[in-house]
C-alpha cells in the first residue's frame, strides 16, 4: 500500500527539542520532493519545510516562522523524512503532516498526521 | 509568505453549485499555473481534488472544477452532495520555492 506514516509527536516544554519522522511505503521517496505542513488545533494549514528528491545541502526551504529552529532532513535508503525541532514554542503546537511533492508541486500523497503540543 | 485569502464559509443546498475564490498575488497564483486544491474533512489529513488549476487526479468527481483569472484562483462544485461538506484550501507554489496555502473554506451543505 502506497503511505506514509509520521512517528515522533508528543508534549514537549517551550525551549525543547522534538524530532519527527516520516516513514515512506509502497512507493521509492527518493524520486521525490517531501515536504512537512502543520495545522494548529482548530487552524488552517500551514507549510512548514521542503526538501528535495536527493536531500543535498542547499535543497532544503522552511517558512520563516521556523527558520533557524527547524531542519529538515531525508534518508533515501530507509524511504524516511526526519523534521529536527528545537527551541520550540507555544505557537508550534500543531498536527504534523508530512506530504509528498508530485510534479508540478501538488500534495498527492499525505500522511495521517502526528500531534506536537508545547507546553509547561 | 502570507496566507492566501479565502472566504472563511460558504454554503449551498444539494444540487447546486458553489465557488470559493482564493486570491494571492503576482508572487504566488499569479505566478504560478500550479494552483491545487484540497479537501480536508475533520480530523483528517487532506485530499487533493483540484491539481495545476485545474486538472483532477484519478477518482475525483468530475463535480470539482478548477479555473484561475490573474491573481485569484476558483474552486467550482457543481451538483453539491452533503458529503462535499468540509473544509477547503488553496495552495500554490511562490517565489525561491515557499509553498502557501490559503486560510481555508468551511463548506456547509444545507
Known amino acids: ?120 | 509568505q502570507s496566507a492566501l485569502t479565502q472566504p472563511a464559509s460558504v454554503s449551498g443546498s444539494p444540487g447546486q453549485s458553489i465557488t470559493i475564490s482564493c486570491t494571492g498575488t503576482s508572487s504566488d497564483v499569479g505566478f504560478s499555473r500550479f494552483v491545487s486544491w484540497y479537501q480536508q474533512y475533520s480530523g483528517k489529513a487532506p485530499r487533493l481534488v483540484i491539481f495545476e488549476v485545474n486538472k483532477r487526479p484519478s477518482g475525483v468527481s468530475n463535480r470539482f472544477s478548477g479555473s484561475k483569472s490573474g491573481n485569484t484562483a476558483s474552486l467550482t462544485i457543481s451538483g453539491l452532495q452533503a458529503d462535499d461538506e468540509a473544509t477547503y484550501y488553496c495552495y500554490s507554489c511562490a517565489h525561491s520555492n515557499n509553498l502557501v496555502f490559503g486560510g481555508g473554506t468551511k463548506l456547509t451543505v444545507l
Not at chain 1, 31 to 47: D, I, N, S
Not at chain 1, 83 to 95: P, W
Open chain 1, 1 to 120: 500500500e502506497v503511505q506514509l506514516v509520521e512517528s515522533g509527536g508528543g508534549l514537549v516544554q517551550p525551549g525543547g527539542s522534538l524530532r519527527l519522522s516520516c516513514a515512506a511505503s509502497g512507493f521509492s521517496a527518493s524520486v521525490h520532493y517531501m515536504t512537512w505542513v502543520r495545522q494548529a488545533p482548530g487552524k488552517g494549514l500551514e507549510w512548514v519545510s521542503l526538501m528535495y528528491d536527493d536531500g543535498s545541502a542547499g535543497s532544503a526551504y522552511y517558512a520563516d516562522s521556523v527558520k533557524g529552529r527547524f531542519t529538515i532532513s531525508r534518508d533515501n535508503s530507509k524511504n524516511m523524512l526526519h523534521l529536527q525541532m528545537s527551541s520550540l514554542r507555544v505557537e508550534d503546537t500543531a498536527v504534523y503532516y508530512c506530504a509528498r511533492v508530485a510534479i508540478n508541486w501538488p500534495l498527492d500523497l499525505w500522511g495521517q498526521g502526528t500531534l506536537v503540543t508545547v507546553s509547561s
